[in-house]
């Protein structure tokens, strides 16, 4: 199994930056794909940015909503993925959650499954 665990989140004002970190354990090698959710009060889960691991096309993946103002990357000895978030906007506030897809290849075929993590409360202030 992969455990995530998120860090970073806060209360800003408008126009400042957080960065969240998420730290991954256990069966990480098996980690295709991991990123950042997010979900405010009344609203679906929705997909902020994600990176392939290496080797894997597809490199990295954001919202529209929040392209040129955040940067995903990952630190594979750390097994860390960072989500730099700029400019943020009170429209940013939500809970944001560690995602990582995982495949195991199997003796009767290939396991995926998602992680989650517990989630970290961004609140930015206008």
């Known amino acids: 199994q992969v455990q995530l665990v998120e860090s970073g989140g806060g209360l800003v004002q408008a126009g400042n930056s957080l960065r969240l970190s998420c730290a991954a354990s256990g069966n990480t090698f098996g980690i295709n794909r991991i990123g950042w959710y997010r979900q405010a009060p009344g609203k679906q889960r929705e997909l902020v940015a994600s990176i392939s691991s290496p080797g894997i096309t597809g490199s990295t993946n954001y919202a529209d909503s929040v392209k040129g103002r955040c940067t995903i990357s990952r630190d594979n000895a750390k097994n860390t993925v960072y989500l730099q978030m700029n400019s943020l906007k009170p429209e940013d506030t939500a809970v944001y959650y560690c995602?990582?897809?995982?495949?195991?290849?199997?003796?009767?075929?290939?396991?995926?499954?998602?992680?989650w993590g517990q989630g970290t409360q961004v609140t930015v202030s206008s």
């Open positions: 995602n990582a897809h995982i495949a195991i290849g199997l003796a009767t075929g290939v396991h995926e499954y998602d992680a």
